[in-house]
Structure formats: structure tokens, C-alpha cells
């Protein structure tokens, strides 16, 4: 297990976390500021945990795959606390990936060892899609 930290820089509202790397994260809670939102870091966290299970999975199917991008649109209650309501991925593959490995690396990805899907999933709609580009 390891601990992350987060320390208020004394600028506004503007923080800097650690990993549990060691490798810094801005966050800021100022539009005109440095960092991520804090709220936009829950569905960032959920695409990057479910993209890193997707990679793994296609590189050991042997898939060339060339390129992934992530897109999550999210909907938050219009009011304090904003809870998260729904979040729904678009993954946009690119390479010589057969379609429907990448439709069930996504589908294993997300169900079975995302932690981050693991821990919201029951209290907040997930849904994906996925696309494929092919290598031109």
C-alpha cells in the first residue's frame, strides 16, 4: 500500500499531490490556475485505470495496437455535493485490432480489474463504447 499526499501551495487554491510514485500532480480549484479540477480527477482515474487493464490485455492477445485515447463525459447533480451520477467512456483504438478482442478487453477491463470501476460502480452509472482506426 502506498500513500499519496496532498499539500495546499499557499496560492489560492492551488495544491500539489504526490503519487504513490513519487511523481507530483497539480490540482487547482482556480480556473486561471495550474492543475485538474478536483472533480474532473474521478473520471480521469477511472479512464486511466481502466486504458492501462485495456493495453495490458490487447499487448498479451499480441494486437497491434498503435494508439489509445480516452474520452469521459460525466454528469454530476447540478447541486452541492455535485454527486456523479454517470460516467461513460469512449475508447478510439488505433491500429490492426480486431474488434472484438477490444470490445471484451474493455468489457474485462472495466469489470474485473478496474478498482476504480470496482469501488463506483455501484453508485454510478458506467458505460463505454469503443472505436477502432485503423493503421493507415
Known amino acids: 500500500m502506498a500513500d499519496v499526499r496532498l499539500v495546499w501551495t499557499g496560492d489560492r487554491i492551488q495544491f500539489v499531490g504526490t503519487t504513490g510514485y513519487g511523481e507530483p500532480v497539480l490540482v487547482g480549484g482556480d480556473v486561471e490556475g495550474p492543475g485538474a479540477k478536483p472533480s474532473d480527477l474521478l473520471p480521469l ?3 486511466a485505470c481502466t ?4 493495453v495490458e490485455i490487447l499487448r498479451k492477445q499480441r494486437q497491434d495496437l498503435l494508439g489509445l485515447e480516452v474520452v469521459a463525459t460525466s454528469v454530476q447533480d447540478p447541486d452541492p455535493p455535485w454527486t456523479f451520477r454517470s460516467i461513460h467512456l469512449r475508447f478510439q483504438l488505433t491500429g490492426a485490432v480486431d474488434a472484438s478482442k477490444a470490445a471484451k478487453a474493455v468489457d474485462i477491463a472495466e469489470a474485473r480489474y478496474c478498482s476504480v470501476a470496482a469501488t463506483i460502480r455501484s453508485v454510478v452509472r458506467l458505460t463505454h463504447e469503443v472505436t477502432i482506426v485503423p493503421n493507415e
Open 45 to 47: 482515474s477511472l479512464a
Open 51 to 54: 486504458a492501462y487493464d485495456v
